[in-house]
């Protein structure tokens, strides 16, 4: 049974950073879509970066554009986050996803399959 795991969340300052883990078991994430999402309280999910099946593009929201970096290590079968200048917005459940099919679109959330519980990430002003 394939289960994604985060870690990382916590409550921090602005300005600080964090580095989100995703543990994933029985599939490989080598070559495999992967994203990270975010619900922040009382809104609707929302993209915040995914890298497409083969690595060959990464997709990052205006939002978090130059302070957010999504990653994996193929070999640990992890995919990270890594939250740099963080601000108050970036107060939200973050959640890792996984495709389980291929798709050209790997953007969207509606296209992943496999999902971990969630972490929550709190920035205090």
């Known amino acids: 049974q394939v289960q994604l795991v985060e870690s990382g969340g916590g409550l921090v300052q602005a300005g600080d950073s964090l580095r989100l883990s995703c543990a994933v078991s029985?599939?490989?994430?080598?070559?495999?879509?992967v994203g990270w999402f975010r619900q922040p309280p009382g809104k609707e999910r929302e993209t915040v970066a995914a890298?497409?099946?083969?690595?060959?593009?990464?997709y990052t929201a205006d939002s978090v554009k130059g302070r957010f970096t999504i990653s994996r290590n193929d070999a640990k079968n992890t995919v990270y986050l890594q939250m740099n200048s963080l601000k108050p917005e970036d107060t939200a459940i973050y959640y890792c996803?996984?495709?389980?099919?291929?798709?050209?679109?790997?953007?969207?959330?509606?296209?992943?399959?496999?999902w971990g519980p969630g972490t929550q990430v709190t920035v205090s002003s």
């Open positions: 996803a996984l495709q389980k099919y291929w798709s050209a679109n790997y953007v969207s959330s509606g296209e992943y399959e496999y």
């Open positions: 029985d599939h490989s994430v080598r070559n495999n879509a």
């Open positions: 890298l497409n099946w083969g690595g060959s593009n990464m």
